[in-house]
């Protein structure tokens, strides 16, 4: 059933993403009277469609993505019930795609990258006008909470309650920030300034690397902050107040909400010591679990953090979560170029059926979060300068624009080929790197 899950929820994803992505050369070449044969949702044999204009729009048995045919392109192989090669004929009165100004190819070739962009924001601004909660740990201060035995932090001294407050002199406003500037730097030297007790002082550490991810850590987590404490309850009466930071329970850390019910397991009536992070210093407090159904509870939720805008502040807070992410995004291809980042961060077509799944089985809004990240992803990568990516024939365009005059079919035919090259190169490394992930490949892949 979870791979059921996962696939149908792939499909979803990758569909969506895709149709948009080709919606936006069909558009503008629409808009700029080309002639387009068919606008395709989905590959293969033709199921049902209609006719506007000159274009068959479509649905086709295979609905992963779509395509356009657009006159003056090569036949479309990819479906082979295509119209006759009497309707695929070039008419003759410049409608064709390569007879009309590089300028309007030039825009409908970005169109379909800048549709990935739109969908992006469109799907977060509908997110946020709706409202969903999320994790309060993203946008509290990045005080630290647990530290991870034999740890780079350990190691540097740092303890629970020390707040980051500059990572190599870049001020750290919310652990999502420090989050990011860690996995962005695996195995360097960092430089954290660290408030401890009202005092500041520059803590040095290398950051390790995970085993799985592969991506840069220090071995540090958030606090688990309280986000209620039911009325009568045992928190209650320990004087356990919102906002409080459970550091340990019983001398264990805390590292999830999700590990105080397993700390408090078999452990009703008996007193326990916790200790909480509250107004800048820890304090150790008494707190008794009461039985519920068999179950030690001592009441309390954890600390959510509802997003939710009218229509203007959500477009605002999607196009700023959007930029932010290009912005992360170049970084961590920068560190992937320069050998800092291991090709093992990427996400290939397994992770993402899997992240898909697991969105899907939370509900339909982590499903389209999803869609909108990997969405913005798909954008940005379809703008690298490689044939037969959207950035390739952007960079021949670009070429044939400065020299004046058309490339030459060898030159074009030569410069697809490689770039067709490395493009499946990249292909291998990215499956690669989801079967090195996989249980059952992983431990035999280095």
């Given at each position: 059933?979870?791979?059921?899950?996962?696939?149908?929820?792939f499909?979803?994803?990758?569909?969506?993403?895709?149709?948009?992505?080709?919606?936006?050369?069909?558009?503008?070449?629409?808009?700029?009277g080309?002639?387009?044969?068919?606008?395709?949702?989905?590959?293969?044999?033709?199921l049902?469609?209609?006719?506007?204009?000159?274009?068959?729009?479509?649905?086709?048995?295979?609905?992963?993505?779509?395509?356009?045919?657009?006159?003056?392109?090569?036949?479309?192989?990819?479906?082979?019930?295509?119209?006759?090669?009497?309707e695929?004929?070039?008419?003759?009165?410049?409608?064709?795609?390569?007879?009309?100004?590089?300028?309007?190819?030039?825009?409908?070739?970005?169109?379909?990258?800048?549709m990935?962009?739109?969908?992006?924001?469109?799907?977060?601004?509908?997110?946020?006008?709706?409202?969903?909660?999320?994790?309060?740990?993203?946008?509290?201060?990045?005080?630290?909470g647990?530290?991870?035995?034999?740890?780079?932090?350990?190691?540097?001294?740092?303890q629970?309650?020390?707040?980051?407050?500059?990572?190599?002199?870049?001020?750290?406003?919310?652990?999502?920030?420090?989050?990011?500037?860690?996995?962005?730097?695996?195995?360097?030297?960092?430089?954290?300034?660290?408030?401890?007790?009202?005092?500041?002082?520059?803590?040095?550490?290398?950051?390790?690397?995970?085993?799985?991810?592969?991506?840069?850590?220090?071995?540090?987590?958030?606090?688990?902050?309280?986000?209620?404490?039911?009325?009568?309850?045992?928190?209650?009466?320990?004087?356990?107040?919102?906002?409080?930071?459970?550091?340990a329970?019983?001398?264990?850390?805390?590292?999830?909400?999700?590990?105080?019910?397993?700390?408090?397991?078999?452990?009703?009536?008996?007193?326990?010591?916790?200790?909480?992070?509250?107004?800048?210093?820890?304090?150790?407090?008494?707190?008794?679990?009461?039985?519920?159904?068999?179950?030690?509870?001592?009441?309390?939720?954890?600390?959510?953090?509802?997003?939710?805008?009218?229509?203007?502040?959500?477009?605002?807070?999607?196009?700023?979560?959007?930029?932010?992410?290009?912005?992360?995004?170049?970084?961590?291809?920068?560190?992937?170029?320069?050998?800092?980042?291991?090709?093992?961060?990427?996400?290939?077509?397994?992770?993402?059926?899997?992240?898909?799944?697991?969105?899907?089985?939370?509900?339909?809004?982590?499903?389209?979060?999803?869609?909108?990240?990997?969405?913005?992803?798909?954008?940005?990568?379809?703008?690298?300068?490689?044939?037969?990516?959207?950035?390739?024939?952007?960079?021949?365009?670009?070429?044939?624009?400065?020299?004046?005059?058309?490339?030459?079919?060898?030159?074009?035919?030569?410069?697809?080929?490689?770039?067709?090259?490395?493009?499946?190169?990249?292909?291998?490394?990215?499956?690669?790197?989801?079967?090195?992930?996989?249980?059952?490949?992983?431990?035999?892949?280095?």
């Amino acid at each position: 059933m979870e791979y059921l899950t996962n696939a149908l929820a792939f499909i979803v994803v990758l569909g969506l993403m895709i149709f948009f992505h080709e919606f936006g050369h069909f558009i503008t070449a629409k808009a700029f009277g080309m002639r387009v044969f068919v606008f395709s949702f989905g590959f293969g044999k033709r199921l049902l469609g209609f006719k506007w204009g000159d274009t068959d729009c479509r649905v086709s048995a295979i609905p992963l993505g779509g395509y356009v045919k657009l006159e003056g392109e090569p036949d479309d192989v990819i479906s082979p019930d295509n119209p006759t090669a009497g309707e695929f004929a070039p008419v003759g009165d410049g409608r064709d795609f390569t007879a009309r100004p590089r300028w309007q190819r030039f825009i409908v070739y970005l169109a379909g990258p800048a549709m990935n962009g739109v969908l992006t924001v469109t799907v977060l601004t509908v997110l946020y006008m709706m409202g969903f909660q999320v994790d309060a740990a993203l946008y509290d201060k990045p005080v630290v909470g647990a530290v991870e035995p034999g740890s780079p932090a350990a190691a540097a001294g740092l303890q629970p309650g020390d707040e980051i407050v500059a990572i190599d002199g870049k001020p750290q406003e919310t652990w999502e920030d420090a989050q990011t500037s860690v996995m962005l730097r695996p195995e360097q030297e960092l430089r954290l300034r660290v408030r401890r007790g009202g005092h500041e002082q520059e803590i040095p550490l290398r950051s390790a690397i995970t085993s799985k991810e592969k991506i840069g850590t220090i071995g540090v987590h958030p606090l688990v902050r309280v986000g209620e404490v039911v009325p009568g309850s045992a928190a209650e009466a320990a004087g356990l107040r919102l906002d409080d930071g459970v550091i340990a329970i019983e001398g264990k850390p805390i590292r999830t909400f999700g590990e105080i019910p397993e700390a408090l397991r078999g452990t009703a009536g008996r007193t326990l010591s916790m200790r909480v992070f509250r107004g800048g210093s820890a304090v150790d407090m008494p707190v008794t679990p009461r039985d519920d159904k068999g179950v030690a509870r001592i009441g309390i939720a954890p600390k959510r953090v509802i997003k939710q805008f009218g229509f203007l502040g959500a477009v605002a807070e999607s196009v700023r979560w959007t930029a932010d992410n290009i912005r992360l995004t170049f970084r961590a291809l920068h560190g992937l170029l320069t050998a800092q980042l291991s090709p093992k961060t990427m996400m290939g077509p397994l992770q993402i059926a899997q992240a898909s799944g697991d969105a899907a089985r939370v509900g339909a809004g982590q499903l389209f979060f999803l869609v909108a990240v990997i969405s913005l992803q798909i954008g940005i990568m379809n703008l690298f300068p490689l044939p037969p990516l959207d950035g390739g024939h952007l960079a021949i365009l670009a070429g044939e624009s400065i020299l004046r005059r058309d490339f030459s079919l060898a030159v074009k035919s030569g410069i697809m080929n490689a770039g067709a090259m490395v493009l499946f190169l990249l292909i291998g490394v990215v499956l690669y790197s989801d079967l090195s992930k996989t249980s059952l490949l992983g431990k035999f892949l280095p």
